[in-house]
C-alpha cells in the first residue's frame, strides 16, 4: 500500500489524523517495524498509546499489523512514551512503539519507535524499511497478544521508598505523552527548560563525567557543568540526537530546552518523573527553591524559543546564506539550522522536524543587545 511520505519525521512517525496518517498506514507500519527488528515467532514488541482519540484505533490496527507478521506483542495499553522505554528496557525484549504526537495538537498523531535496550529509531529509518518492502509479507503463523500494565514497576523504579512531598515550591506539569517536565516557580512563571536542567544536573552528574545538552540552551549550562569538572557537550536538537550522542560520549545525563531530561541509568532515555525527583532530592537537601537555586545562572537574556510558520526548504537555505554572510565575522556552525556566536551574544535559527515551523533561539549579555538581535533577525526570515 501506498504511505503519504510527509509522515516520516526525522525522530518519529507524525501526520494529520486520517488524511495523513490513518489505520491502514497504521497496519502497514506494524509489519514493517517487525520487519526492520528482524524480530521471529516468540519476539516481543511492545506498544502504548497516549490518551488522543485516534490512538486507541490507530494502535488496535498497529498491533494487528505486529501480530500478522507472527510477532508477539505486550500491549502496554494508554500509557506514557517514558513506560514504554522502560517496558522494552527491563523486559529485555525487540522493541518498543508508542502511538502519539507528542505536544502536537490534537488533530495530529503518530508513532515512536525504538529497538533493544530502547535504541532510538527515527522515521526516515522506517522509511527505509517500508520503500525496500518490495511486496507483502507471506501470511503465516500469527504472533500473540498479551495485555501488561508496566506502570507500577517504572514507578517503583523511579521512585522507590521516595515520598513526594505534600508541599513544594514551585508546580509542575509534563505533556500529552508525559515525557517533557515543565516547572513554574511560586509566583506562577515557566522557569526555562534548560536551567531546570541546571537543577536535575546537580545530582545526575559527578566529576569526569559527561553530559550532552541541545545547543539551543544557555551558555550557563555547560558554565555550570563545566565549573565542575564536568564534559558538557552540545548536541543537534531532538530525542535521536541526543540519544545516539550519549550513547556515543557515555554521558550520564542529556537534556534539551524543550523540558526533555535523559538518564544513562535509564538506558538513555527520558524520564521526567526522575527528573522531578532529582529536582526534590536538591530543594529538600539545600532548602532553597528552585528560583534561589538558580539565580546566579540567570545572568544572559535568553529569547526562549521563537517560532515561524515556515515550509520552503529552499528558502531557509536561502535565509542561511544571508545570515552567515550577516554575521561573517561570528563563529559559525550548521551542526542544526545555523548557529553564529560572539563574545557577548549567540543565535540558533533552525527548521522543526515534526512541523511546518523556523525555531529561534537567541541569547545576548544584555535585555537592550537581545531585543535588538532578533528584529534583525526576524527581518532576515521576513525577507
Known amino acids: 500500500m501506498k504511505i503519504n511520505p510527509s509522515i516520516f519525521k526525522e525522530y518519529d512517525i507524525r501526520g494529520v489524523y486520517p488524511d495523513e496518517i490513518n489505520e491502514s498506514a497504521a497496519y502497514a507500519l506494524g509489519g514493517v517495524f517487525?520487519?526492520?527488528?528482524?524480530?521471529?515467532?516468540?519476539?516481543?514488541?511492545?506498544?502504548?498509546?497516549?490518551?488522543?482519540?485516534?490512538?486507541?484505533?490507530?494502535?488496535?490496527?498497529?498491533?494487528?499489523?505486529?501480530?500478522?507478521?507472527?510477532?508477539?506483542?505486550?500491549?502496554?495499553?494508554?500509557?506514557?512514551?517514558?513506560?514504554?522505554?522502560?517496558?522494552?528496557?527491563?523486559?529485555?525484549?525487540?522493541?518498543?512503539?508508542?502511538?502519539?504526537?507528542?505536544?502536537?495538537?490534537?488533530?495530529?498523531?503518530?508513532?515512536?519507535?525504538?529497538?533493544?535496550?530502547?535504541?532510538?529509531?527515527?522515521?526516515?529509518?522506517?522509511?527505509?524499511?517500508?520503500e525496500a518492502r518490495k511486496k507483502p509479507a507471506k501470511a503465516g503463523e500469527k504472533g500473540e497478544v498479551r495485555e501488561k500494565n508496566i506502570k507500577e514497576r517504572y514507578l517503583k523504579k523511579i521512585y522507590g521508598d521516595f515520598s513526594m512531598p505534600k508541599k513544594l515550591p514551585f508546580s509542575y506539569s509534563f505533556d500529552k505523552d508525559a515525557d517533557r517536565l515543565m516547572l513554574k516557580d511560586k509566583k506562577g512563571a515557566a522557569v526555562r527548560g534548560d536551567l531546570v536542567g541546571i537543577l536535575i544536573g546537580e545530582n545526575a552528574a559527578k566529576k569526569k563525567e559527561t553530559i550532552v545538552y541541545d545547543l539551543r540552551c544557555s551558555r550557563s549550562v555547560p558554565n555550570y557543568f563545566r565549573s565542575r569538572?564536568?564534559?558538557?557537550?552540545?548536541?543537534?536538537?531532538?530525542?535521536?540526537?541526543?540519544?545516539?550522542?550519549?550513547?556515543?560520549?557515555?554521558?550520564?545525563?542529556?537534556?534539551?530546552?524543550?523540558?526533555h531530561y535523559y538518564f544513562k541509568k535509564l538506558c538513555y532515555c527520558e524520564s521526567p518523573d526522575l527528573a522531578l525527583r532529582k529536582i526534590i532530592e536538591l530543594i529538600k537537601e539545600t532548602?532553597?527553591?528552585?528560583?534561589?537555586?538558580?539565580?546566579?545562572?540567570?545572568?544572559?537574556?535568553?529569547?526562549?524559543?521563537?517560532?515561524?510558520?515556515?515550509e520552503d526548504?529552499?528558502?531557509?537555505?536561502?535565509?542561511?546564506?544571508?545570515?552567515?554572510?550577516?554575521?561573517?565575522?561570528?563563529?559559525?556552525?550548521?551542526?542544526?539550522?545555523?548557529?553564529?556566536?560572539?563574545?557577548?551574544?549567540?543565535?540558533?535559527?533552525?527548521?522543526?522536524?515534526?512541523?511546518?515551523?523556523?525555531?529561534?533561539?537567541?541569547?545576548?549579555?544584555?535585555?537592550?543587545?537581545?531585543?535588538?538581535?532578533?528584529?534583525?533577525?526576524?527581518?532576515?526570515?521576513?525577507?
Open 34 to 130: 517487525a520487519a526492520l527488528l528482524n524480530a521471529q515467532k516468540g519476539d516481543k514488541i511492545a506498544v502504548g498509546r497516549d490518551g488522543r482519540k485516534s490512538s486507541k484505533p490507530l494502535a488496535e490496527n498497529f498491533i494487528k499489523g505486529v501480530v500478522d507478521a507472527g510477532v508477539d506483542v505486550i500491549d502496554i495499553g494508554k500509557t506514557t512514551t517514558p513506560v514504554m522505554y522502560f517496558a522494552v528496557c527491563s523486559m529485555k525484549i525487540a522493541g518498543g512503539a508508542m502511538i502519539t504526537a507528542s505536544h502536537n495538537p490534537a488533530k495530529y498523531n503518530g508513532v515512536k519507535f525504538c529497538g533493544a535496550g530502547a535504541r532510538p529509531i527515527g522515521g526516515e529509518e522506517i522509511k527505509r524499511a517500508f
Open 313 to 383: 526548504g529552499k528558502k531557509f537555505e536561502e535565509i542561511c546564506e544571508k545570515l552567515k554572510a550577516k554575521y561573517e565575522n561570528g563563529a559559525i556552525s550548521f551542526m542544526d539550522g545555523i548557529t553564529v556566536e560572539f563574545s557577548n551574544w549567540w543565535f540558533n535559527l533552525r527548521r522543526s522536524r515534526t512541523e511546518p515551523l523556523l525555531r529561534l533561539a537567541a541569547e545576548a549579555n544584555s535585555e537592550e543587545l537581545l531585543a535588538e538581535k532578533v528584529k534583525e533577525i526576524k527581518e532576515v526570515v521576513a525577507g
Open 229 to 259: 569538572g564536568i564534559r558538557a557537550i552540545p548536541c543537534k536538537t531532538g530525542h535521536l540526537n541526543i540519544k545516539n550522542a550519549m550513547r556515543k560520549h557515555k554521558a550520564s545525563f542529556g537534556m534539551e530546552i524543550t523540558g
Open 287 to 310: 532548602k532553597k527553591t528552585p528560583s534561589q537555586l538558580l539565580k546566579p545562572y540567570e545572568k544572559y537574556h535568553h529569547s526562549g524559543v521563537i517560532n515561524f510558520k515556515f
